[in-house]
């Protein structure tokens, strides 16, 4: 199974970032292909009609054109989608074929706050909805991230880490019967 991994923040420390590496490492763990777009790879132009598609756009559209899941790590921004993170699926969702029509996508996010990224997540459910993707009932969020990630990106407390497991073995058990192994 190829499941690609998008998210963090563009600060070279960023909390979303090493929890995206520390899933990533879980699914590589378990024998799963994985494509990361982290940081960099994902400080894109402005979308604008008219203009062509970026490299960068272009290389994650394919990568989830590929994937038969898509896990997002995302920082709350004002209770909302962080700019540089809508700016990249609006690029993709401007490219065709849609890499998004029935995509399962599993939605994450860490934060210093008390709710861990999650009033973020309700804005990106509207969004993911908005393209037909289908993003899984359930998340994993990591409130007091700053304490509760270990510096792999690790939940230290071990009901989060057991949290983590649940959700991702469910996500990926769903993303195999909707989008087999070709
Ligand atoms: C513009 C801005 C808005 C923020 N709004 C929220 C918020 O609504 N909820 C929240 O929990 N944290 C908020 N934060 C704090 C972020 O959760 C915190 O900076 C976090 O570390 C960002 O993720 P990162 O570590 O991956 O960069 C905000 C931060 C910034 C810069």
Redesign the pocket.
């Known amino acids: 199974m190829h499941v690609a991994l998008m998210g963090?923040?563009l600060?070279p420390a960023?909390?979303?970032?090493r929890l995206l590496h520390h899933l990533a490492g879980l699914l590589e763990a378990q024998g799963r292909e994985v494509s990361t777009f982290v940081g960099e790879a994902l400080r894109l132009p402005l979308y604008e009609e008219g203009l062509a598609a970026p490299e960068g756009a272009q290389v994650l559209h394919e990568a989830l054109r590929q994937a038969q899941g898509l896990v997002i790590v995302s920082?709350?921004?004002?209770?909302g989608i962080p700019g540089h993170l809508k700016n990249a699926v609006d690029w993709i969702s401007t490219m065709g074929p849609s890499p998004w029509q029935g995509l399962p996508v599993l939605l994450c996010a860490?934060?210093?706050?008390a709710?861990g990224?999650a009033?973020g997540l309700v804005a990106w459910r509207a969004t993911l909805a908005n393209m037909g993707a289908l993003a899984y009932p359930g998340a994993i969020t990591v409130p007091h991230a700053d304490q509760q990630l270990d510096e792999h990106g690790a939940p230290t407390d071990p009901r989060s880490a057991a949290s983590v497991d649940k959700t991702l073995g469910g996500f990926l058990a769903l993303a195999a019967r909707l989008r087999p192994e070709p």
């Open positions: 963090g923040s600060r960023s909390l979303n970032a920082p709350e921004y004002n209770s860490a934060s210093p706050g709710f990224g009033r």
